[in-house]
């Protein structure tokens, strides 16, 4: 967190109850150090796919299925569906529980396997895609779903500041330096891209969204 943990755990406040399983899925996912959303971010992921009216979802990096169910729940209201996709199988199989806890089982596909390897074999057109799986990889993922964003499609990117790392001159561990450096390649080929427009949100851990352009 890059801004003060006092200000995250207030706008929480705001978002006024959440439900039960939500809530049990918090406190497991940091019980076990599963990095979720954070509420504010499911929040907002809810929130757009309500007022894009978004029928065919996409996230790439499920794990116990947290933001799918912010997604779900959405889609649930507006007919659309959410494909998902994690190539950890204990977790994949939990999160398929949760979905049916939530009774949306209906409202979501859960793919198991590689995104880099999946992506190639899907030929829908996603009109909301999401991305929250491995940092290294977003330039990878990024290539492989440009043809599957619809026009006015839009992307979502969660971790793009990780940590604040992002942004230069801060400090931290040799060991991210590729990571890092990798998040920053990322940023910069999405915001410069010309097929997309793009702002970057400096809240949970740093949000991208970009809306599709008509070409
Ligand atoms: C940050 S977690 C996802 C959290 C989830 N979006 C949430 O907020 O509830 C990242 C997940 O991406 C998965 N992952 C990493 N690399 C992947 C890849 N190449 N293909 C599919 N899944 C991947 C990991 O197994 C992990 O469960």
Request: charged share 25%; aromatic share 10%; net charge negative.
């Amino acid at each position: 967190m890059f801004y003060p943990f006092e200000m995250e755990r207030y706008l929480e406040t705001l978002l006024g109850e959440r439900d039960p399983l939500l809530r049990e899925m918090e406190e497991q996912a940091l019980k076990e150090t599963i990095p979720v959303v954070t509420p504010m971010v499911g929040n907002f992921l809810n929130l757009l796919v309500h007022m894009g009216k978004s029928q065919s979802i996409l996230e790439i990096g499920t794990a116990i299925g947290y933001s799918t169910i912010w997604l779900g729940r959405a889609a649930e209201q507006t007919g659309g569906h959410v494909t998902t996709i994690d190539m950890n199988k204990d977790r994949r199989a939990r999160a398929v529980i949760y979905f049916e806890r939530a009774g949306l089982q209906n409202c979501i596909t859960a793919l198991e396997g590689d995104a880099r390897k999946i992506l190639p074999t899907l030929d829908s057109a996603f009109d909301f895609v999401f991305i929250d799986a491995a940092k290294g990889e977003y330039l990878d993922y990024l290539s492989l779903i440009y043809p599957l964003i619809a026009p006015e499609g839009v992307l979502v990117v969660d971790n793009v500041l990780f940590r604040g790392w992002v942004v230069p001159g801060t400090a931290f561990a040799p060991k991210y330096d590729r990571m890092v450096g990798r998040l920053r390649l990322f940023l910069q080929d999405l915001c410069q891209n010309p097929d997309f427009s793009t702002t970057v949100l400096p809240f949970g851990d740093g949000v991208s969204v970009s809306r599709r352009l008509r070409v």
